[in-house]
């Protein structure tokens, strides 16, 4: 193996770690040499495929020289090992060194997932040749690699943002139907949290979960549209007010639609289908049982014990364990009594938890 004249390798290329397999000393001892006098200063040998796996996971190289006859595993078993355990970002070029001039082998090597194939004895300047390349691939590999998960990170960070965004809007907009519901605007937020707990309760996943929680809020959406004289109304109201009171689902509705958000979407599902009951008495639309979205039937139970503990200016405000004997009598007509008996187990886990912080 002669040694022309070659530009030498910049300092970085130079401390790329290299790993050399052959079962034969003396190959291993040339192939050294030429690289030390190449300018390369960070190479390991061994005489075995075994060892060389072993290697991988210590030494780390940058590129592989393989011999393919070797005793106990040859280096078609050791491509195979390779390829098996290889993630897909990685970049381990293999560049096979072999005596045997077969083009069976070539093809054989090549398919294991061989970066190039060269025959012994082999040339000096086209060894270093196919080398450099490799190590400048490699380089541009993990060059694009870092760009890609930097990018990757930005792409987050402004998901993130508009997510954060998006549930501001959508938390902005619940409020300000609820303030004119209920001063404190806390309904709308208990109405979430409650639903996403049926929601888990009932198995949900937990995107799902989080969906629901956001876009239950925005379930009475609808009253932005109703006149004070009968939203604050302290009596019973008349055939005809509550007819307009009938309206705000729809009204809702109309607000969301053609909205291309997924949450909006489920705001708008929740918004017009709440008010439906499981025997199918409800409104707007008079769906029974599982026609009505499992959104709207966990919301309708959410928003119905929120109002009933909280109380409005049309009832006074009930216990909690007069709320619950009352929609445990409603399940089956009014509520799904699946969601109902989800709101119990809720309802028994935040005690359970309280007692224990307490």
């Known amino acids: 193996m002669n040694h022309p004249e070659m530009a030498r390798p910049g300092e970085a290329m130079a401390r790329c770690p290299l790993l050399l397999i052959d079962d034969n000393v003396d190959n291993l001892k040339l192939l050294e040499r030429m690289l030390e006098w190449a300018g390369y200063a960070n190479t390991r040998s061994c005489t075995s495929a075994r060892e060389g796996l072993e290697l991988l996971d210590t030494f780390h190289p940058d590129l592989i020289i393989l011999d393919l006859m070797m005793p106990v595993m040859d280096g078609y078993a050791f491509l195979e090992k390779v390829r098996e355990h290889a993630c ?53 590999h993990s060059e694009l690699r870092d760009q890609n998960r930097q990018l990757e990170v930005k792409v987050k960070q402004r998901t993130e943002h508009l997510e954060i965004a998006r549930r501001e809007a959508v938390e902005t907009l619940a409020n300000t139907c609820e303030y004119r519901d209920d001063d ?33 809020p925005l379930h009475d959406l609808g009253k932005i549209a109703l006149p004070d004289s009968i939203l604050f109304k302290p009596g019973k109201l008349t055939d005809e007010e509550y007819a307009v009171v009938k309206r705000h689902p729809g009204v809702g509705a109309a607000l969301l639609r053609g909205k291309t958000s997924p949450l909006l979407q489920l705001a708008r599902e929740i918004s017009l289908y709440h008010h439906e009951r499981w025997d199918g008495t409800g409104y707007d639309e008079g769906l029974a049982g599982e026609q009505i979205p499992r959104s709207a039937r ?30 445990d009598a409603l399940a089956g007509t009014q509520f799904e009594p699946a969601a109902v008996a989800a709101l119990h187990a809720y309802l028994d886990a935040l005690e359970r938890a309280e007692r224990i912080a307490a």
């Open 184 to 216: 404190s605007g806390a309904h709308a937020r208990r109405v979430g949290d409650l639903s996403a707990g049926i929601a888990a309760e009932l198995g949900l996943e937990p995107d799902a979960v989080e969906a629901i929680r956001l876009a239950a």
């Open 298 to 327: 966990i919301v309708a139970v959410a928003d119905a014990f929120d109002v009933m503990t909280h109380g409005r200016p049309y009832r006074k405000a009930q216990s909690r364990q007069d709320v619950l004997n009352e929609m």
């Open 88 to 140: 897909e970002e990685s970049f381990l070029p293999i560049l096979v060194f072999t005596a045997d001039l077969t083009p069976e082998a070539r093809t054989r090597a090549l398919e294991l997932g061989a970066a190039d194939f060269l025959t012994k004895p082999g040339d000096a300047l086209e060894i270093q040749l196919r080398i450099r390349n490799f190590l400048r691939m490699g380089r541009m």
